[in-house]
Structures are given as C-alpha cells and as structure tokens.
C-alpha cells in the first residue's frame, strides 16, 4: 500500500511481505541500536560504525515508553529536554544525516531487557488504579518483572494491563498518538529516514507463544470475547444447538478454563471459540494502536516463533493469523534456541518464517550470556539468519549490531553493562570478530538479494492449516491418544526435511483451488468438520488430479456442524482412478548432516542454494546433487560445524557465495570451501570464505597463491 499524509506520496510499502522503498523492492537489512541505553555523545560514532563497518542501511530502536514519559503528569520528551538521552527525535536526525533508513518500535510493550517491558510504573493494575490487569484461566495476573528489585536482588514481579481495559488503552493511545505526531510523522521517508514502525513485541508482552489459557480473563476481554460469539453465531439459540447449552443471554457463556475430554464436535466448539478470539483479539488490539499512531509508514509486528511445550505450535496457529490483521504486517523473532543443534528449534524457526511472509526482525547476534554461549560466536546467528532468509524471510535484523554501556537503575535495574555481551561492535565503538560476518551477509544481500526474494523456492508440496483444529489441539494434554495438529505438523516437517522437499503451509480459511493447484500433494490432518468454503477448495483441487493426504477420514461436517460431504465425496472418487508415484526430491544430501534449501528464477537462469551444516557433522565436506529444473549439479560445501552457506548459481556455474568455515563455540575450524561441479572457490586455511560481484574475500588467514581453482 502507498499511505499519504498531508498530501504527500509516501512510498514505503510491503507487499507480500517485501518491504519496497520508493518502488524498489528489496532484502530489508536491518541492525538494532538502543539509543536509550548509551551516551547521545556517542550516538552518531556507533551509528557511523553501523553503517562502514557492517555495511548496515537501515536501524532499528524501541522507544521505551516509562524512558520517555516516566512522569504520568508530564507529556512525553522525544527531544531530550530533562534528558539528553531521551532525545529521540536527534537520534532519527543522526540517521537521516548518515543516510540511514529507520525502523522505529514504540511498543507500548517492548520488552528488550528494560523494567516492566517499558511500561511507566503509573500504569501498573494496582488497587485504585482503575486499570485492570491481565488474567490467566485461574484468575491469577500475568506478570512481568518491575523496576524494583526484591531482598534476594531479583526483579519484583508486577502484573500486566489488560490491552483493552478503557483506561489503560486511553493512556496507550495517548503515548502512540505522541509518538506518532511528534517522532514518526515529522521525520518519515521520504523527507526523513523513518521507513516502518513496529507495535507490541512478539505478540502483545511477549505472549504470542503462551498457551491458550494464559490470557485474557479480565473483564474487558471476556467482554470482547462475548460480544465476538454474538456476531459469529448471531443468534444464541443457533449457539445452543452447536454448543450443546441452554443459555439464554451471552453474558452467562463462560470461557473454557482447562481440557475436558471432548468425544464429539459439539464439546469441541468452546475450545474453537476462544482460539478464534485470541486470534480477534490480537488483531483487534493490533488495529487499536495502529490507529493511534496514524503513521504515514506501514506497521509492522514482531512475532516470537511457537515454543518447544506440546501445546505451543496449536497455541500459536490459532493466535497468530495475519491474513485477519487490516494494515498490519507480519514479521517475527528469534529467540527461542539454536536451530544448528537443536531439530526442534529448527523446526518451530521454519514454522514462523513460512507461516507468512514478512521480514526476520530480531536475529539475536549478541546475547551468549543471557541466552547460551553459542551466541558468543558469529556462527550461531550467521547459520540462523540463513535459515530464515531460505525458509521465507524477507529481511534479517541483527539485534543488537552495537553494545551500549550507559543507562538508569530506571530504565534496566537488572542488567550490567555492556548490552549485549557480544554484539558486533563493542560498548567502545570498535568492531568485533562478528563485524566482518556481517559486512559479508550485508554486503551478498545488499548485491543480491532483490534476485534472491525474486525467485521461487523449490516447492512442490503443502501442510493445509486449519486454525480451528490447531484451537482445539492446544487443549489436549500431553500424551493424550487424541490427535495433535501442531504435533502431526512437525512430523510433517522432519519427513520433508529428512527428504530433502521443501514445503509451504496454505491457510485453509483463505485458500482456493487455485493456489492449491501449485502443489502436487497437499497434507492435511482431517477431522470430523471443516467450513463448506475450504471443503470446495480441496475437493475441487482433488478432481482437477491433486494428490490430498489425508490423516483420518474426510470430515463430513461442515463449520455449522450440519452435514456436508463434499470434500468426502471427492476424495472417493479420487480413490478409485489415481495411480503412480510422486515425483522425486529436487535436492539429495550425499554425504554430511546438513539442511538445504534452494530458490530459483522464474525467468532467468538464476538459482541460490542454502546449506545449514548441523553441529554434529564433525567437519564432513556436504556433498549434495540438486535438480533447479534447468539441469543436474553436483555440489560440495565443507563448513564448519554449525556453520552454513549461500551460494548463487548462474547458469549451472558457482557465481558468489558465502561458507562460513569457522565456529570457535564448537572448536571447528575448516578450510571454507564450496564447489558447483569443477567450479570452486577454497581457502587456504581455516577461514570463513567469500566473493561477491566477483571479488574474493576471506575472514582468516591471509590467502596464498594456490596452483588450481578459484581461491581465497
């Protein structure tokens, strides 16, 4: 979309996902920089550092709110009147001046490390306060950690407010609405460097992976819950009949609080209900705060991939439903494990970057010891960022691409300096052993990577989604015999992978036969209702040949629970005329544990391949045999463990590339290497290894004449 203000042409868009600034679509390369947390006598230094040593263009910062606004009866400070670091408004000037693009993340929750997510203490739920907090299935408050700390040294835990309590979200307007009129708007492209804002953080606080029964229980959602059954169902005698009560006004229907076995779709109808309004009231508090910023810029969000709990991947499908979120744009985070050593992490990553399409927002590129030491080396993260780029990223963000060492008690009562730990270019300004990393993924996708999100990845086959199965799955205990959707999607996943297939995951509430006709097999986990709409679409793709797996018999329901057999019948008469098998893999692993994943163009003679080396490979060369539907080619990468590859192939010739040849977490040390049939590029020792428009490049060593191949 082209947003206009004051009628001005904006021109900063994303469609499908791709952020396009001034009618260019583009790779969003992105770094965190937490203004708040450093000297504003340093801000333009680290900014410049950004830029020249890690090849950076556009930057990223929360706003913290409590930062800017700590005082309930004062107006917010964006120029930095009672505090040089709150001066927000120079910090976007710095940028504009440095040529910096800007992303700008005003919350009102953001998390990142500060007390109370950057909420100001005054809006706490306390007695008298007016606000109501945030309630889980009990009846207990959803909690964060406060800015005071207990006896013991540890962060008091304060509750939440309730995202639609009538005051707490006048007081979230009003902060939204400053942020808007006197930092966004002033300042946004094109005449200013702000590109896109982000609301909330990864959800709402944080709370975009919780189960179902987390949240929200406070009266002004339980209100908007009900008020959704009324327009849903309209009629609450129709409400009865599907629900199996007898209830006479909406007021008395209460929210399910725990699993009770559920024999039939009629017991099952609860659970889909409250699935649904988590899903109506993510979006709704998405649009409230949305409007009250009127940004000129598109809005987007950050949401955390699903979590490792048996319920988590259900939960998420049923919360997370950006097709439903009117001007809002997906984007996600990682923070949940490392993907290298860890199949589930991996896994659930996937699931995020392919539930739609939407840039990686926070790669974690500095914490190793908040998180795990594994982030002490740029190996961890470089492996990350390349598998969200392949499984459908349209952007990477390195969070944070410079350490800070100056802020209050006030703002962080917890955290000691340096923040992060390990970022890139340190607390003083100097870059570090992962800036160079950086400039080379910064560098190959600032050369490529408008070619990159151009072509298609090597799909053949898809999972089908079906939001109201995942909202009752999520209920199920572990180990139930009842089945899982989220757990038959993962397994999904594995066997795909194992195979060498990608996949894609379809929204079956918005799909047709159409896009189901791309696919030569469609899975899907049935259960006994399914809307007349989606059964029309998979019927449809079924007579016109697709092969539909399906886990259990057709469903013979449709979404008002009244008999409709349409897609039933269609896959009986399938049955008695499909024969012959599916065709083969489009990349087979020879040798190695890694992962592979490979794009390509639709009209040129252009393919990118990823490899993701597994931290247990123990130093094997992968040696892979794709197929980019041009030609057959024999492909060789040697990468340390947990390390990875982008290779760019034109024309069956290796191109440019990236392989990352060391991993000093793991103790691994390769000489980098990657070959597409005689085509090579080598290093002479242990060293990551590069070229790009056609210059050599190596973060090790220095290179020596080597008699035979291209080297580095």
């Known amino acids: 979309m082209t947003r206009k203000e004051k009628g001005a042409s904006v021109t900063v868009e994303v469609a499908s996902g791709v952020v396009a600034v001034d009618g260019t679509p583009d790779v969003l390369v992105s770094a965190d920089y937490p203004y708040y947390r450093d000297d504003p006598g340093v801000w333009a230094d680290r900014l410049r550092s950004l830029r020249d040593e890690l090849r950076i263009g556009v930057v990223s910062a929360y706003v913290p709110w409590r930062h800017h606004q700590p005082d309930a009866d004062r107006a917010p400070d964006f120029t930095g009147a009672g505090d040089p670091s709150r001066d927000v408004v120079g910090f976007v000037a710095h940028c504009h001046r440095l040529g910096l693009g800007v992303i700008l993340k005003p919350g009102p929750f953001i998390h990142a490390e500060t007390n109370y997510g950057g909420l100001p203490d005054w809006v706490r739920p306390l007695p008298g306060s007016g606000i109501e907090a945030v309630l889980d299935a009990a009846g207990a408050p959803a909690v964060w950690s406060g800015a005071r700390l207990d006896p013991s040294g540890n962060a008091e835990r304060w509750p939440l407010p309730a995202p639609l309590d009538p005051r707490f979200l006048a007081l979230t307007r009003r902060w939204l609405h400053a942020v808007g009129t006197e930092v966004v708007r002033p300042y946004q492209h094109p005449h200013g460097p702000v590109r896109l804002v982000q609301i909330a953080n990864e959800g709402l606080y944080t709370n975009g992976a919780q189960p179902l029964w987390a949240f929200d229980y406070s009266e002004s959602a339980l209100a908007f819950f009900r008020a959704g059954l009324r327009r849903w169902y309209g009629d609450i005698g129709l409400f009865n009949r599907m629900n199996g009560t007898a209830h006479t006004d909406w007021a008395q229907v209460p929210p399910p609080r725990e699993w009770c076995p559920a024999p039939d779709t009629v017991a099952q109808r609860r659970y889909v209900d409250w699935g649904r309004f988590h899903a109506e009231y993510l979006s709704e508090v998405y649009r409230l705060w949305s409007a009250a910023l009127d940004a000129g810029v598109p809005v987007v969000v950050n949401l955390n991939p699903p979590a490792g709990e048996p319920y988590a991947i259900d939960a998420w499908l049923a919360r997370i439903r950006p097709r439903s979120w009117d001007g809002v744009h997906y984007g996600f985070t990682n923070w949940m494990g490392v993907v290298s050593a860890d199949p589930g992490a991996h896994a659930r990553y996937v699931i995020a970057a392919k539930h739609a399409p939407g840039p990686n927002l926070e790669e974690n590129w500095g914490f190793s010891e908040l998180y795990d030491r594994a982030y002490a080396d740029a190996a961890t993260s470089f492996h990350q960022t390349l598998l969200a780029m392949a499984a459908g990223a349209t952007g990477f963000n390195v969070y944070t691409g410079v350490a800070t060492q100056d802020w209050t008690a006030s703002l962080d009562a917890v955290h000691g300096a340096p923040y992060p730990d390990s970022a890139p270019v340190d607390a003083d300004g100097r870059p570090g052993p992962k800036a160079p990393v950086v400039r080379l993924l910064a ?270």
């Open 443 to 712: 560098d190959f996708f600032t050369a490529h990577g408008r070619e990159f999100l151009e072509c298609v990845p090597a799909v053949r086959d898809a999972w089908a989604v079906y939001a109201p199965y995942a909202s009752v799955a999520a209920w199920v205990p572990a180990g139930s015999p009842e089945p899982s959707f989220g757990r038959r999607l993962r397994a999904f996943h594995d066997r795909m992978r194992a195979a060498g297939q990608d996949y894609h995951l379809v929204d079956l509430a918005a799909t047709d036969a159409a896009e189901l006709a791309r696919y030569r097999t469609v899975t899907f986990h049935s259960g006994q209702f399914l809307d007349r709409r989606a059964q029309r679409a998979l019927a449809d793709y079924v007579t016109a040949g697709g092969l539909l797996r399906l886990s259990g018999p057709p469903p013979h329901l449709d979404e008002h629970l009244e008999p409709c057999r349409i897609l039933a019948d269609a896959v009986a008469l399938a049955r008695r005329s499909r024969s012959g098998p599916d065709p083969g893999p489009d990349v087979i692993r020879l040798a190695g544990r890694a992962d592979a994943y490979l794009r390509t163009h639709p009209d040129r003679d252009v393919s990118y391949l990823v490899v993701l080396v597994a931290s247990d490979n123990r130093e094997v060369p992968v040696q892979l045999r794709i197929d980019d539907g041009r030609r057959v080619l024999d492909v060789a990468v040697h990468a340390a463990d947990g390390g990875a590859a982008v290779l760019r192939i034109v024309a069956g010739r290796l191109d440019a590339c990236l392989v990352k040849g060391v991993n000093g977490h793991l103790g691994s040390a390769v000489r980098a290497s990657c070959a597409v049939g005689e085509d090579l590029v080598l290093a002479n020792g242990p060293a990551d290894v590069g070229r790009i428009d056609g210059i050599l490049r190596v973060l090790g060593p220095e290179p020596e004449p080597e008699r035979t191949g291209v080297t580095a």
